[in-house]
C-alpha cells in the first residue's frame, strides 16, 4: 500500500501564495513578513476522495424547482440584509471589529430561530460553555433548543452536527477551528481552507444553514485567504465605532439577496436592538441653523436612509492644508473640492477641511456628491442651508450635477421626516410625478445648485 508523502511549502498568511522557500516580501499581494511554514501531506493516488461517487451531469432544464420557505430569525433587520431569512444549506460568514458585536447577534438570532421551534447548535472555538452561558444570561436569550459547546475540532464537530442534526450551526470562529490532518496551526491559511471547504461541503450535502464568524485584519479585512469570501454564499460585515451605539450590518455578498443591503442596530446593555427608522435616528439630533450641515440621501441596497452630513472649513497657518475625512471616500472629496475650487472659485487650498457622517455611518454611495458640495460651501460661506432641504445628486468632472437612481424613493423617504424641498439633478426629475407637498428644483450644475442654496 502506497504511503502519503510530505511536503514543506511556505504559504503567505494573507493571500495564500505558497512558495518552495521563504521570502520577505509575497510577490502575489506585496506583503512583508507573512510567509509561514507548513508540511503539505499528499494522497497516494488510488487513495479516498472527497467526492461522493455517482454524481451525473443532468440538463439544467430537468433540474426540479422547489419554492422553500426562507427561515426567519426573529430579527427583521437581520432578515432584511440576508435577502428575506435564511436559505436552506446557504454558507454565511460574518466578520467585523473586535467587541462590535459578532458574537452578540449569533446568540441573538439563534435565540430567535430556537424559540420558534427549532434546534440549533452554536460551536464556540473561543469561550467556554460556562462563559457562553453568561453572555447568554446576560442577553436574555435562554432556550432549551440553544445548544452550546466549546470545540476547536473540525472531525469533532462534523461529527457532532451529524449526532445532533441541528437546524441552523453557528462556528465562532472559524480562524480558531484546525483539522488534525494538516500539521500548520490554527488560523492558517491552509487551516481555515480546509475547515471552510469542510463545512461548506457539509451545509451543501444536509441543509444546514451554517455561520461562520471570522476575524478581520488590521485593514478591515478577512482575516485568512481570500478564497474563503469567495467559498460562501453570503458576506456580511459588521460596521460602526465601539465609541458610538449604533452598528451597521452590511451584506457586501448575496447570492439570494441584494448585494450591500444594511441593517441597523444599536448597541444596548443587554444586546443589539434594532433600528427600525435609521433616518430618523441619524437626524435627531441635527443642529438648526448651523453652517456646514446638510442632508443628503443614500440607497443601502434596496433602503433609503437620510444622513447628515457635516463640513467644517477653516484657515489653516501650515503649507499643507489638513484633510479629515470620517464616513466617506476620501478621495472622492478630495475631487469634489478640486471640482468646487475650479468651478466654484472657492479658494479651499489653503484651508482645512474636515467631514463627518453623522451617527458614525459610512457613505460611499455618489449620489451624496451634492450633499458633500453643499456642506463645504456652507461652512466655507459660514452661511446655512434651510432644515427643510435634502439636496441628492451626482458631481462630475466638469461641474455637472448628474442624475442618480431611485429618485422617486429618496424623495418618499424625504417626505416621510418632514423635508418639503428636494434639491435633485434636473435629469432624475423629468420624468417624475411632482408631489404637491414637496418643492422639487432642479439642477444641471454644481454652480447653479450653490446659486440656489445660498
Known amino acids: 500500500m502506497a504511503k502519503k508523502s510530505a511536503k514543506t511549502l511556505f504559504v503567505c498568511q494573507s493571500c495564500g501564495y505558497e512558495s518552495a522557500k521563504w521570502m520577505g516580501r509575497c510577490t502575489e499581494c506585496g506583503a512583508w513578513d507573512t510567509f509561514a511554514?507548513?508540511?503539505r501531506r499528499t494522497a497516494a493516488a488510488g487513495s479516498k476522495i472527497m467526492?461522493?461517487?455517482?454524481?451525473?451531469?443532468?440538463?439544467?432544464?430537468?433540474?426540479?424547482i422547489v419554492d422553500e420557505q426562507r427561515m426567519a430569525t426573529g430579527i427583521d433587520e437581520f432578515d432584511r440584509v440576508l435577502g428575506g431569512g435564511l436559505v436552506a444549506g446557504t454558507l454565511v460568514l460574518i466578520g467585523g471589529d473586535p467587541g462590535i458585536g459578532k458574537s452578540t447577534i449569533m446568540l441573538q438570532v439563534l435565540h430567535g430561530i430556537a424559540s420558534s421551534g427549532h434546534r440549533v447548535l452554536y460551536v464556540s472555538g473561543e469561550e467556554s460553555v460556562r462563559q457562553l452561558r453568561l453572555r447568554s444570561r446576560r442577553l436574555k436569550t435562554v432556550a432549551p433548543g440553544l445548544l452550546v459547546v466549546s470545540e476547536i475540532d473540525i472531525d469533532a464537530i462534523m461529527a457532532m452536527v451529524e449526532s445532533e442534526r441541528p437546524d441552523v450551526l453557528v462556528v465562532d470562529s472559524i480562524q480558531t477551528v484546525f483539522s488534525p490532518e494538516i500539521t500548520s496551526a490554527p488560523g492558517s491559511v491552509s487551516q481555515v481552507?480546509?475547515?471552510?471547504?469542510?463545512?461548506?461541503?457539509?451545509?451543501k450535502r444536509t441543509g444546514i444553514p451554517t455561520f461562520l464568524v471570522g476575524h478581520v485584519t488590521k485593514e478591515g479585512t478577512i482575516a485568512g485567504?481570500?478564497?474563503?469570501?469567495?467559498?460562501v454564499d453570503t458576506v456580511l460585515y459588521f460596521e460602526g465605532d465601539r465609541n458610538h451605539v449604533f452598528r451597521i450590518l452590511r451584506a457586501v455578498k448575496n447570492r439570494f439577496g441584494s448585494t450591500n443591503e444594511i441593517g441597523v442596530f444599536e448597541m444596548k446593555e443587554n444586546g443589539l436592538r434594532e433600528v427600525a427608522n435609521p433616518s430618523a435616528v441619524f437626524l435627531s439630533e441635527r443642529p438648526e441653523n448651523a453652517p456646514g450641515s446638510v442632508v443628503a440621501a443614500s440607497m443601502e441596497g434596496t433602503r433609503p436612509i437620510l444622513v447628515e452630513l457635516q463640513a467644517l472649513v477653516s484657515s489653516t497657518s501650515f503649507g499643507t492644508p489638513r484633510r479629515t475625512i470620517l464616513g466617506l471616500d476620501h478621495n472622492r472629496v478630495a475631487l469634489l473640492v478640486a471640482v468646487m475650487e475650479?468651478?466654484?472659485?472657492?479658494?479651499?487650498?489653503?484651508?482645512?477641511i474636515f467631514m463627518n457622517v453623522a451617527g458614525g455611518v459610512k457613505i460611499m454611495e455618489p449620489a451624496v456628491d451634492m450633499g458633500i458640495v453643499s456642506a463645504i460651501a456652507s461652512s466655507f460661506l459660514d452661511r446655512p442651508i434651510r432644515k427643510d432641504t435634502m439636496v441628492v445628486g451626482e458631481v462630475g468632472l466638469a461641474g455637472e450635477v448628474r442624475a442618480v437612481g431611485n429618485v422617486d424613493i429618496r424623495i418618499s423617504e424625504a417626505r416621510k421626516m418632514g423635508f418639503s424641498r428636494i434639491v435633485a439633478p434636473a435629469g432624475s426629475l423629468k420624468r417624475l410625478r411632482r408631489p404637491k407637498?414637496?418643492?422639487?428644483?432642479?439642477?444641471?450644475t454644481v454652480s447653479a445648485a450653490v446659486e440656489l442654496l445660498f
Open 37 to 39: 511554514e507548513e508540511v
Open 51 to 64: 467526492a461522493e461517487k455517482g454524481n451525473r451531469p443532468v440538463p439544467i432544464d430537468a433540474v426540479q
Open 193 to 203: 481552507r480546509e475547515s471552510t471547504m469542510r463545512l461548506m461541503l457539509m451545509a
Open 225 to 231: 485567504p481570500r478564497l474563503l469570501e469567495h467559498m
Open 342 to 352: 475650479k468651478q466654484l472659485g472657492m479658494h479651499l487650498m489653503g484651508h482645512d
Open 437 to 444: 407637498d414637496v418643492t422639487l428644483e432642479g439642477v444641471d
